[in-house]
């Protein structure tokens, strides 16, 4: 199994960013997905999760609501961050993981498999 993030960068604050993460190894439809941050210095942390299948459900770090936007393409076997009004407090290497079960999976714990990251930097 491979999640490849990607889309990271340098953005000044109130920019805008998007990530993918393409996965491959795995039959993509049935896994939960899910985006985590960590910021030097800090603990892994959840952003924004979305459900297998159609993924009707979403679910954000309350840091998030409101800014960002998980979105998953079954098609591509890929997974979405759109992240708008950035802010310097959102600079953080991301990951996307993958979670072979129904529902929101929201916690590092919870997830089978991890992606290499991508770094997002946002200058003040």
């Known amino acids: 199994v491979q999640l490849q993030a990607s889309g990271g960068g340098l953005v000044q604050a109130g920019g805008s960013l998007r990530l993918s993460c393409a996965a491959s190894?795995?039959?993509?439809?049935?896994?939960?997905m899910g985006w985590f941050r960590q910021a030097p210095g800090k603990e892994r942390e959840f952003v924004a999760a979305?459900?297998?299948?159609?993924?009707?459900?979403?679910t954000y770090a309350d840091s998030v609501k409101g800014r960002f936007t998980i979105s998953r393409d079954n098609a591509k076997n890929a997974v979405y961050l759109q992240m708008n009004s950035l802010k310097p407090e959102d600079t953080a290497v991301y990951y996307c993981?993958?979670?072979?079960?129904?529902?929101?999976?929201?916690?590092?714990?919870?997830?089978?498999?991890w992606g290499k990251g991508t770094q997002v930097t946002v200058s003040s």
């Open positions: 993981a993958a979670a072979r079960r129904p529902g929101l999976v929201v916690t590092t714990d919870g997830m089978d498999f």
């Open positions: 979305i459900s297998w299948k159609s993924g009707s459900s979403t």
């Open positions: 190894g795995l039959t993509f439809s049935v896994y939960a």
